[in-house]
């Protein structure tokens, strides 16, 4: 009566009578895919070992985590299957990797290894996940699983905007703030792949891992495979304790700590003011505006090199265009920084455009087959970050001008996804390689570059937030969170980004209106409130402003420091769903002495409901002053009767109140 196609499998092998959905498949070079693991031995040890050339959660002393190992073997083969388990210090957390070591006489394929499986008896859960596009990223999808096979997945080269590696199951019944929920998400920038597979009887799989379409690794004799990491979480009490498990590990041990616990800048950047229309002149007078106005960053985006006039041309010359600054820009960065503004500078390292001097002389430092004429997205080429002399060519680039201009902020783009599959650089058996032979090759440029500037901040971007994940985060403590600078489409971006990223690790910007995105018109009060529940810039050209308007950003800046420890770092509640007219959102600062609420009317009604807001996470005995009207409320009046929020006439209007713990008499 046993058989492997009915029970819990901790990491189910293709040809053993296990029919669902594989942890792993393995091929012979003369094509056999049969393989038999059978467990070995395990071992237990204090703190946890680094993933060599992947970015993990970090552990900074050993009694931070226990690691337990369990050795598989395949003993014709003479193949070896290591799971590691690492439990952290006082957190629901489950990290978990996969590796396989090649102990034989003769090279495998590798055609599939996920980061984890994990069966569920039960398997009565609905299933989360976040979906999307450019400029529309993370939506949450919630659907019940029958009995079916879900798939999610990139073959992108980038976790993607559309799907993101995140899978997380729920009852029927939770809520944000109640029922039980898991989350699990890798920690990997390039294709992945995940299922949720409820079986004949019942039960469920649910795996994540790089994906194995396009995926064929050649393991040779003594080499070793690290499939990358994945993070496991649990929450008891709702989607939100999920969310701020994730923010909390993500802060604490993902992150860069150089400046995971710091507060950001607030940046003004020059994209949506001025596009590629910059020079020492008009850049010099928006930094002067920026200063008055109190920015701390100066950042300029995309434009700055070499006859890069549109989007047509340049990318891969990283030296500056001394058409647009004729002054050097040692001097222009050294009059940036004399009006106390931090510099920051745009960068798109990983492409190339056929019209560059780069591409002249390297036309083979692309990613391309010999035989046909590569596709172009957005005018661009991928540069094969497989090949050592590219990624030293980018380490070297940037890091000149990271130096010439004493730069402190990179911004860190990456806008098309990867075509034509082929690289001269690697061998006929290694082609299926490449793909994540690719984000090896990135993260180990982001490793160098990170260690050589520590000072210096990354913000990742790929069009907005089209690889904003897990891994992308242990190099780049921020991230762009879309290109979409709406203020209502952003509710849900910003939204959905929380399930996952802290408020600081999202960046967030004030831009004009009309919206350059979809034309909407908002108030510069809603942009704003908005986007201060995360790590605030601007985006506009302020020079253009009316004197009010100024004044307004100003205030607003003035707010955003005053209590950016708590927008940034507080704990995050979602109090509404994505698709109610009314979003709000509460940020409670670390000891619980200012609670910030945002509420945000997208549409005026004429069927008007009183909205009541019922807070979270406050002390049920304390009193709670709103910092405008001096009216206080009890914490449990706030939390249990809720806030009756005044009629807001008008569509796109919002409101931030701040509220203050009084102190005990
Ligand atoms: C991408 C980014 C934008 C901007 C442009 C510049 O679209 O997401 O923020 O930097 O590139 O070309």
Known sequence: ???????????????????????????????????????????????????????????????????????????????????????????????????????????????????????????????????????????????????????????????????????????????????????????????????????????????????????????????????????????????????????????????????????????INSWEGHYFDIDEDNLYELAVESHKLGFELFVIDDGWFKKRNSDRSSLGDWVFDDKKFPSGFEKFAARIRALNLKLGIWFEPEMVSPDSELYRHHPNWVIKSWRYEPILSRNQLVLDLTNPNVREYLVDSISNVIEEGEVSYVKWDMNRHLTDLYSVNLGAAQQGELSHRYVLGLYDILERLTQRFPNVIFENCSSGGGRFDAGMLYYMPQTWTSDNTDAIARLQIQNGTSLLFPQVAMGNHVSDIPNHQLGRLTPLETRFNVACAGNLGYELDLVRLSDEEKAAIKSQITFYKKYRKTFQFGKFYRLSSANDNIISWQIVSQDGNQVILIVVQKMASNVYKVPIIHLQGLDEEAFYQNRETKEAFCGDELMYSGLTIPRMKGDYISKVYVFEKLKEE
């Open 1 to 267: 009566s046993f058989s492997l196609d009915t029970i819990l499998n901790e990491f189910p092998d293709s040809q053993s009578g296990d029919f669902r959905t594989p942890a792993y498949q393995l091929e012979g070079l003369d094509g056999d895919p049969v393989t038999r693991f059978s467990y070995q031995g395990y071992e237990i040890h204090k703190g946890k070992e680094k993933l060599a050339g992947l970015p993990y959660v970090r552990v900074f002393d050993d009694s931070q985590a226990e690691s337990l190992i369990i050795h598989l073997k395949d003993s014709v083969r003479q193949l070896e299957l290591d799971l590691t388990y690492t439990i952290y210090d006082d957190q629901p957390i489950i990290t978990r990797s996969a590796k396989l070591l090649n102990l034989g006489q003769e090279p495998v394929y590798i055609k599939k290894l996920m980061s984890y499986n994990l069966d569920f008896l039960d398997g009565d859960w609905e299933v989360v996940t976040l979906y999307g596009s450019h400029i529309n990223e993370k939506n949450l999808n919630r659907r019940p699983i029958q009995s079916d096979l879900i798939k999610i997945g990139s073959t992108r080269g980038t976790s993607s905007p559309q799907s993101s590696p995140f899978i997380g199951l729920v009852k029927a019944d939770t809520t944000e703030n109640s029922g039980e929920a898991y989350g699990f998400t890798l920690m990997y920038s390039g294709s992945f792949e995940g299922s949720i597979e409820k079986s004949q009887y019942g039960t469920l799989r649910t795996q994540l891992g790089i994906q194995s379409k396009n995926f064929k690794w050649l393991l040779e004799p003594e080499e070793v495979f690290q499939a990358p990491e994945v993070i496991l979480t649990y929450s008891d009490k709702g989607l939100n304790k999920l969310s701020q498990g994730f923010h909390r590990l993500f802060v604490n041990q993902v992150m860069n700590p150089q400046f995971a616990k710091k507060e950001r800048p607030i940046l």
